[in-house]
């Protein structure tokens, strides 16, 4: 699906909005952009304003740069998408997550340009959108504040390094958390002067190659940007394995340990 612009494919959403959306719950953040975010995210597929779908985030964003935010569909069982969305952000699709082993939950920092709809959507095997959020204040202008890496003269250098954390299962699901940093200025495009360079794909994988999680970047993501997993490995990884690429074709590739399986036997 094409990244999102507020620009021409807008418009139009705005003057011919999908029939489907006729039939639709009204939005309950009351968004002056949903009309026509609706049929640009979603087509003609059913939607359904889920409470199960919970957006934790500041209600109140200290940093227009850097807001957390934390999307958790778990109550829904299987899902096999989510969505994140900044809905009056100039790029409103943040980020697409596929728990592929994993539970629907992904955390991140994104930055916003003024007061918006946070929004997380999940989509289940039966082909509805369940979607969820809350309204995040803030003073805005983080999406056109330059990034503070190039501040280091050595900055190039360090692009694509990884640092990660992973913490032993809990609870009889099996999921591990894990949360990973990786070191990248994620240029937006909206600075004059500076293009657009950011990290677009990301996939981690168990020890056999396997993969757990896949997450489709995107332009609100911050830079420097850290994520939140809860992946299920296998019963004999000792590490799990990150891997991506940026838009210049910079690859990220880094072993994640899992310290509580260091010392079994294989």
Known sequence: MPRLLIAASIIAALSAPALAAATDPPDPLASVMWDALRPELFGSAPITFDDRVIVTAPANAEDAT????????SALGRVEEMVLISDLNPFPVVLRYHPVAAKPV????????????????????????????RVVDAAGGGCTAPPVTYAAKDWAD???????RAWPPSGDDKTARVRFRVRHPMDNGLIAGIPAYFIEKLSLRDSDGAELARIDVLEPVSENPVFTLDVTPGAASRALKLVGRDTQGGEIEAAIPLPWTQGSLP
């Open 66 to 73: 850097a807001v957390p935010v934390l999307a958790d569909a």
């Open 106 to 133: 992904v955390g991140t920092r994104i930055r916003v340009q003024q007061a918006t709809p946070v929004r997380a959507a999940a989509r289940t095997p039966d082909g509805v959108w369940h979607i969820g959020g």
């Open 158 to 164: 360090h692009v694509g390094e990884v640092q990660a």
